[in-house]
């Protein structure tokens, strides 16, 4: 207990602003007028309805408070430390320090925390009533991928536990520390992102969240904190194309594989009799072949039709095998350098219901990563996306020389994968094409390969595409917003297929 009249160390948060109150105080602005009657924005454009829009009720949740969580009065606080509940950092410190003995204690008895759970305990002389653990990644760049799906886990986890245990307020620490060597503003991202969806879809009985920084951490905050939790329709609209590619799925999980499956093939599930073997040896199939030094598999077959020594079946059969070596390898080899480039992912559906994959150009830096690598990655990610229709929207916007994919590798991609990926493939929309594109295209389309001249679109403009693909149906890179901005002009409202 405090002394009589001495001043509590604790703050109350309810004496904090919210957000939604913070840049009134903070820039001294008036509130917008309505938006209807605001003829600035009603002229502009809303072809690319922001994934966070605007909104008061949930603003109203979020705080941003520069100084120590421990001394919070929430329902519960967040500690960032180790699997072993032992960490020595300076938010753990302070937690024990003000928590008291009894909090080591009871750690003892917890036997550790795994990397990306929740532990919980008591707040003993905290004002918080509850100290929510958590074991954040160590961040390594090999390992990007898997350490932000596991960051996304701790947010998740945490925020879950708070509505399990009907808490109405929720101080968060940062939960990646120094020494983890988490980067500062690609955890910020995650963080911000992960409450936000939670928020909207679960977060009905939790009234407040505080982002409890230090005042090193407090400018990534604030300059990141308008892009996931504008205050106006004029902060989400600026804030549009700040967004990153990758803002995670609908409830803020990174959308990209973050942990290779591992599969060892069974013995005999792809072993061949004496005759498929002599086959194989004269095809030179994936394994006794570097990718550069690849055997044209596809040629040779077609010769040996030709010759009268193999049936199409058998070619077929073949093909087939030769397919599953590439994808067993995609599920066994670590491919989260290729995952981080973003360069392939899924997003929503087009006007007819098909899954739409997004490739990005400029984030194919050609020259400098292991292009057998990037296949297997292709093949890893698009092996359950073909076993139905889909498209492909391919952005060639400002991509450079070390970007542009050689014909020759585009081949071996046509003549390695499943039938699956050319016969489901329904659309190709080639997005901001140059005239050298163009034609490059139209000869490898024309002479190369079969099947595909029909299927491919240039398209010149996002207002084109969005003819085929509602704009919330598509994550597009900011970089490809504003170009098309700045050299097609602002864009028209697509009208809904449905009339609405």
């Given at each position: 207990m405090d002394p009589l009249g001495a001043r509590s160390q604790f703050v109350d948060v309810h004496s904090l602003p919210t957000w939604e109150q913070s840049k009134q105080q903070q820039d001294g602005?008036?509130?917008?007028?309505?938006?209807?009657?605001?003829?600035?924005?009603?002229?502009?454009?809303?072809?690319?309805?922001?994934?966070?829009?605007?909104?008061?009720?949930?603003?109203?949740?979020?705080?941003l408070f520069t100084g120590d969580v421990s001394l919070l009065n929430c329902t519960a606080i967040v500690n960032t430390t180790n699997e072993t509940l032992t960490d020595k950092n300076?938010?753990?410190?302070?937690?024990?320090?003000?928590?008291?003995?009894?909090?080591?204690?009871?750690?003892?008895?917890?036997?550790?925390?795994?990397?990306?759970?929740?532990?919980?305990?008591e707040g003993f002389n905290l004002a918080a009533r509850f100290i929510i653990h958590t074991v954040g990644p160590k961040f390594k760049a090999k390992y990007r991928t898997a350490a932000e799906s596991s960051l996304y886990s701790c947010y998740r986890n945490i925020l879950q536990l708070a509505k399990e245990q009907a808490m109405v307020s929720v101080g968060l620490c940062v939960v990646s520390t120094m020494k983890r060597a988490y980067p500062l503003e690609d955890a910020t991202h995650i963080a911000l992102r992960t409450v936000r969806r939670f928020l909207e879809n679960h977060g009905q009985s939790i009234e407040m969240v505080v982002f409890a920084v230090s005042e090193a951490e407090e400018p990534t905050y604030r300059k990141l904190l308008p892009l996931y939790y504008p205050r106006s329709l004029t902060e989400e609209r600026s804030s549009l194309p700040l967004l990153p590619a990758d803002i995670g799925n609908s409830e803020g999980e990174p959308v990209v594989p973050e942990r290779q499956i591992r599969i060892a093939e069974k013995p005999g599930s792809l072993e061949d009799d004496a005759e498929d073997d002599s086959l194989e040896l004269d095809l030179g199939l994936v394994g006794t072949h570097a990718f550069a030094r690849m055997e044209g598999d596809v040629d040779k077959q077609r010769k040996l039709i030709l010759q009268g020594q193999m049936s199409e079946a058998a070619v077929q059969k073949q093909h087939q095998r030769n397919y599953n070596r590439w994808l067993c390898r995609a599920r066994a080899e670590d491919l989260s350098d290729i995952a981080a480039l973003k360069a392939l992912y899924q997003t929503g559906i087009d006007m007819c219901g098909r899954t739409v994959m997004v490739m990005v150009g400029r984030n194919i830096p050609v020259t400098l990563i292991d292009m057998e690598k990037a296949l297997l990655y292709f093949i890893h990610v698009m092996d359950h996306i073909t076993v139905k229709e889909y498209v492909m929207v391919y952005f060639h916007t400002l991509t450079a020389e070390h970007n542009h994919l050689d014909s020759d590798f585009l081949k071996k991609v046509y003549d390695i994968v499943d039938t699956k990926f050319k016969k489901n493939l329904k659309a190709f929309y080639f997005v901001h094409p140059t005239f050298r594109s163009k034609v490059s295209t139209w000869f490898f389309t024309t002479f190369s390969v079969s099947g595909m001249k029909d299927k491919v679109?240039?398209?010149?403009?996002?207002?084109?595409?969005?003819?085929?693909?509602?704009?919330?149906?598509?994550?597009?890179?900011?970089?490809?917003?504003?170009?098309?901005?700045?050299?097609?002009g602002p864009y028209l409202p697509i009208p809904h297929p449905s009339g609405l």
């Open positions: 602005e008036e509130p917008d007028a309505d938006p209807l009657q605001d003829d600035s924005l009603t002229n502009q454009n809303w072809a690319f309805p922001s994934p966070f829009p605007h909104r008061d009720d949930i603003n109203r949740k979020i705080l300076p938010i753990s410190d302070s937690i024990h320090i003000h928590a008291g003995p009894d909090l080591r204690d009871e750690l003892m008895k917890l036997k550790g925390c795994r990397t990306g759970e929740v532990k919980m305990t679109h240039h398209v010149d403009t996002l207002q084109q595409l969005f003819t085929c693909i509602l704009p919330e149906q598509i994550d597009i890179p900011p970089f490809v917003l504003e170009y098309d901005n700045r050299v097609n």
